[in-house]
């Protein structure tokens, strides 16, 4: 397709032609730069093509549906309730038929992926049955293929898990996401107690289908499904939230509900096409690992389109007891640690690809980066780390001077509403018991240990009914794991401190500095330009004397492939159920080792120096055959002991 922009009677006769062939990329690429092409006539020919990847049928005759409504799902009561409430303002939805057609598709979805029912999937289940309304008592096949698909692309953890965790996750990261954008207007709401529980729920859960009519909720989704990202929702509240910026900074609590809901722009098709050309702007200007996380939210996969299967597979993993027992993947464990920082983080691949665009070739040249290397100077020379010449340096001490830091922000104050990046060397603690377990358990720097099986979607010892730990369980002990590691991290310090002065569009790079060395490795195989002075030989040995990670950094395909065998792991088991009449398996679900505590003090001994000489640790290794020495000798005098003890008995008898 030619990148001019085609007349609307072109475009439509060319979206036609795409229909035809169902070629869903060249659909979704033309809807996406002229959106005025999505006529209602054209409208289920287009979800048919993205949604379920096939061609729209108007002829096809409604068969009976094999579904059997015998066994009512969980909660089925609210279910009922729910089904009267259901656009009860419109007279074709208080039809007998209409009631049915609601009530026979969600009690359908909820048994077939064998989940409660939670409200508000009656009002998304509306729009699906007033373009394809029920004809002869029977509801529409079709509007139950398109009302599954699309809660599975882009809400399915919101009403697909028993727990409310992802909701509550994605509470957090619109807080984050609207602070990363409008730092005083999300300060403000905050000191008013005013928290995205209060407002966003209905937003989330319905993708913004109730608070208006359903002629405007088709025609957002129109544009929701095009976009096919189910982040794409969090950029939509947070434009609803900004475009009454100035009537919420002068309300109270009391009144900023009325304010956020007087917002007209969503009664017009002309309002809605411009807060969807303002979320994609917001979109764009967002980190891509950040909007990774909002998108872990929403459904159980990083891409974009989930498949149906391994949505099944998930389902498989709910308790009896309705608790969910979703084990959490690799990427799961980052978005966890997202909610608990105060600030976006971004990747170093995800930096060089705009501030180094031969690294890569997803350049971005609109979007301006300013850095602050936040690395004492001369540490930066003495250890061969080297300089950013294009980052303003900052040492990490300069923050304990009140008036001087304030006399540098009023200079630093031109580079307001520009992308400000902190990069920081990660703290790293070498004495008593932090180094002991690092070595041990390859635990992080300055973090105190925490139980790996606590972090490994295994058995829970405290819960009499076995199975995996709760999400909430796993969150507390992942969170708990970086808590102190990240509280002395002088750029989410700085970060903190320049969102306070309203400074937007602050992150921090994931991993710091030696990420940024490890990146620029992988992707180049050298430094230069974008860092100067680097002396590759002191700075591995800096890193190895200092227990660092020299590989460190985001490594997005190895989460991907550690979460996919966790998953494996986790389900084996229960996708297997022929196992028990194979005979006893071992249980995958339970790492084989120790515990720290289980370990006697020569276990320790062995397994730190057997880590130290892997790593060429030198100096460790020598300190460890010291103890190992003193033990051995301590040991002697024990067994002399005894063996004197066991003469004085034998010469008393």
């Known amino acids: 397709m030619a990148d001019s922009k085609m007349s609307k009677e072109d475009a439509v006769k060319a979206l036609q032609t795409y229909l035809e062939e169902n070629n869903a990329l060249k659909v979704r690429e033309l809807c996406r730069q002229q959106p005025e092409v999505m006529e209602d006539d054209l409208r289920l020919q287009i979800w048919c093509c993205l949604l379920l990847g096939r061609k729209y049928n108007s002829n096809a005759p409604i068969l009976d549906d094999d579904f059997v409504p015998n066994v009512p799902c969980r909660e089925f009561q609210v279910l009922l309730n729910d089904v009267p409430r259901t656009r009860a303002n419109m007279p074709s939805f208080c039809t007998p038929d209409a009631k049915a057609s609601i009530q026979f598709l969600l009690h359908k979805f909820c048994t077939k992926l064998n989940i409660e029912y939670k409200q508000g999937l009656n009002e998304v289940v509306a729009p699906f049955i007033h373009i394809l309304p029920p004809q002869g008592g029977k509801s529409n096949p079709l509007a139950y293929d398109l009302f599954e698909a699309f809660v599975i692309r882009f809400i399915e953890r919101f009403y697909c898990t028993d727990s409310s965790f992802f909701l509550m996750k994605s509470f957090s990261l619109f807080q984050l996401l609207l602070q990363f954008h409008d730092p005083q207007l999300a300060l403000y709401l905050g000191e008013q107690d005013f928290s995205p529980e209060l407002y966003t729920p209905q937003m989330f859960l319905c993708l913004y289908c109730r608070e208006v009519c359903i002629q405007y909720a088709l025609l957002i989704w129109d544009l929701f499904i095009v976009f096919d990202d189910p982040a794409f929702t969090f950029c939509i509240a947070v434009v609803l939230i900004t475009q009454q910026r100035s009537g919420i900074l002068l309300s109270d609590m009391n009144s900023i509900p009325e304010v956020i809901s ?17 979320a994609q702007s917001i979109y764009k200007r967002t980190p891509r690992t950040f909007m990774r996380h909002l998108r872990l939210c929403c459904v159980g996969s ?11 597979a998930r389902r498989q993993m709910s308790g009896e007891d309705g608790e969910s027992r979703i084990a959490l993947s690799t990427l799961d464990q980052r978005m ?25 070739s997803e350049v971005n040249m609109a979007e301006q980066v300013v850095l602050i290397d936040l690395r004492g100077a001369e540490e930066a020379v003495s250890h061969g780390a080297g300089f950013i010449p294009r980052a303003v340096q900052l040492e990490p001490n300069f923050l304990d001077f009140p008036d001087a830091f304030r006399a540098w922000l009023q200079h630093f104050d031109a580079t307001r509403g520009v992308h400000i990046c902190i990069i920081d060397m990660p703290p790293v603690q070498q004495s008593g018991i932090q180094l002991w377990r690092r070595l041990l358990l390859g635990e992080g720097d300055g ?17 009499p009914r076995g199975g995996a730990l709760t999400l909430e369980q796993q969150e507390e002990a992942i969170v708990q794991a970086v808590t102190k590691a990240d509280s002395v991290r002088p750029a989410l310090r700085l970060a903190s401190i320049l969102q306070r002065e309203s400074f937007p569009y602050v992150s921090v790079l994931e991993g710091g500095f030696p990420a940024l060395v490890s990146q620029l490795h992988k992707q180049r195989g050298r430094v230069e330009p974008v ?12 890193m190895e004397a200092t227990g660092r990670d020299c590989d460190g950094g985001e490594d ?54 057997k ?24 040991r002697a005098k024990v067994d002399q002991e005894k063996a004197l003890e066991a003469q004085d008995v034998i010469d008393f008898r």
């Open 531 to 542: 860092l100067i002075q680097h002396d590759p030989d002191q700075w591995t040995a800096f």
């Open 262 to 278: 007087s917002n007209e722009n969503f009664n017009s098709p002309e309002g809605i096409r411009t807060i969807v050309s303002e």
């Open 336 to 360: 966890v640690l997202q909610t608990a920082r105060g600030v976006p983080i971004m990747t170093a691949h995800e930096l060089l690809s705009i501030v180094d665009p031969v690294t890569t």
């Open 611 to 634: 880590r130290a000489a892997r790593s060429g640790h030198v100096h460790m290794g020598r300190e460890l055959e010291s103890r190992r020495a003193v033990l051995a000798t301590q």
């Open 556 to 609: 997005l395909e190895g989460d991907m492939v550690a979460a996919k065998n966790s998953a494996r792991m986790t389900l084996g088991a229960k996708v297997r159920p022929d196992a028990a009449r194979r005979g006893p398996v071992a249980d995958l679900t339970v790492p084989k080792f120790k515990k720290v505590e289980e370990l006697s003090w020569g276990e320790k001994l062995e397994l730190a120096t």
């Open 302 to 312: 990083n891409h974009l389109t989930p498949s149906f299967k391994d949505i099944i």
């Open 447 to 463: 973090v105190e240990g925490v139980d790996r099986g606590q972090l490994h979607p295994g058995r829970d010892d405290n819960n």
